[in-house]
């Protein structure tokens, strides 16, 4: 018989897959990306990433957070424990940075492909600024999963 806190576990930590290996995989389709000499291939790959980060990644960072908050609920942790204290505050920048910066700028990328095309100069280094705030946002991530992990003390 699974447990709640078991069920509440395995949603958490399958959303944050989700979340952290689509992330992981988004950048190294950017690279591949990036090194082509085609801007549409660039541009298009950027409208993607937009639309796979408000409807997977914004909602499962949404998951790992509220099972997060059911799982120290459930069991024996407390949320000043040094380790979930990290963790809530590392997935909260993370979702704030998606939802504010990202998602956003995403949008607004699309737009001016839209009216000036995928090789203008300001969209390739939107694009490109984009995917070095991104890559920043997956080590915050991965630097979360650790501390999940590890749970130092």
């Not at 944050?16 to 000499?37: D, E, H, K, L, N």
């Not at 204290?85 to 700028?105: I, K, N, Q, R, Y």
């Amino acid at each position: 018989m699974v447990t709640g806190y078991e069920a509440l576990l395995f949603v958490h930590v399958l959303a944050a897959v989700v979340w952290v290996g689509g992330g992981a995989a988004t950048q190294f389709y950017a690279i591949r990306a990036m090194r082509s000499s085609d801007p549409g291939r660039l541009a298009g790959f950027a409208k993607d990433a937009e639309w796979v980060g408000m409807r997977v990644f914004m909602p499962a960072s949404i998951v790992v957070l509220g099972a997060g908050f059911g799982l120290v609920a459930e069991g024996s942790w407390s949320l000043g424990t040094f380790w979930v204290a990290f963790g809530l505050g590392a997935v909260a920048v993370s979702a704030l940075t998606g939802a504010l910066f990202l998602g956003p700028e995403a949008g607004r990328i699309g737009k001016l492909i839209d009216a000036h095309g995928a090789d203008d100069p300001l969209v390739q280094a939107r694009i490109r600024r984009i995917f070095v705030v991104s890559r920043v946002e997956l080590a915050i991530l991965i630097a979360t999963v650790i501390d999940m992990v590890i749970k130092p003390a």
